[in-house]
């Protein structure tokens, strides 16, 4: 690793050598609880939304990860490096789903993702409060995240208004315990620029 990845990997406060125990148990907690309705944008969706909620009540994160921007979902920093891992040292198996479809030219098979089945359990590396949101989080989606702006608008929106690729910065709650709400003017501005530029 040269110098310039090293700096890299300090700015986002990631220590290679820990083996991020608590993202590996968050990833097999969720397996675990909705696993047939995971894939890979549900999962780190998930885990955004338990970390989110967890960072705005006590101010840090469950999996100790920061979170970027990409296609589809905000995605754990070492998310695919951890399944890797995962998968080699046999705490996960994935699998594609593939699903039989006809089409105009007969039926053919097509790659709807991938499933997740935990060959572990969960490992006890979380607090009670951790393990209350986390719970929490799987009880309210169930593996269904259409309803993510009904539950936790702002954190929808501090996703979504990141740029692609780019950091998702998350904020505690105020402290007068208002509950957050979406920003209309903040996204009116977000439209009119992805609009006109």
């Known amino acids: 690793m040269d110098k310039l990845e090293k700096n890299k990997m300090n700015d986002y406060h990631i220590d290679m050598n820990t083996g991020f125990p608590k993202l590996r148990a968050a990833i097999l907690f969720f397996i675990e609880k909705i696993p047939e309705k995971l894939n890979r944008v549900s999962l780190c969706k998930h885990l955004y939304y338990a970390d989110g909620h967890f960072f705005q ?77 986390l719970n929490s989080v799987a009880m309210v989606f169930k593996g269904d995240l259409s309803l993510e702006t009904r539950y936790y608008p702002n954190l929808y929106q501090h996703y979504t208004q990141t740029g692609l690729y780019e950091m998702i910065t998350l904020l505690p709650l105020p ?23």
Do not use: C
């Open 175 to 197: 402290d007068d315990g208002m509950r957050p709400h979406l920003s209309w003017k903040g996204w009116a501005n977000k439209i009119f620029k992805l609009m006109w530029q």
């Open 57 to 133: 009540k006590y101010s840090r994160l469950i999996t100790e990860i920061q979170y970027l921007h990409i296609e589809g979902s905000p995605q754990p920093v070492m998310f695919n490096e951890v399944m890797h891992t995962m998968v080699t040292e046999g705490d996960i198996e994935i699998t594609p789903l593939l699903v039989k479809e006809r089409g105009l030219t007969g039926s053919m098979i097509v790659l709807k993702g991938l499933t997740y089945k935990s060959k572990s359990s969960v490992p006890d590396v979380f607090t009670r409060e951790e393990l209350k949101v």
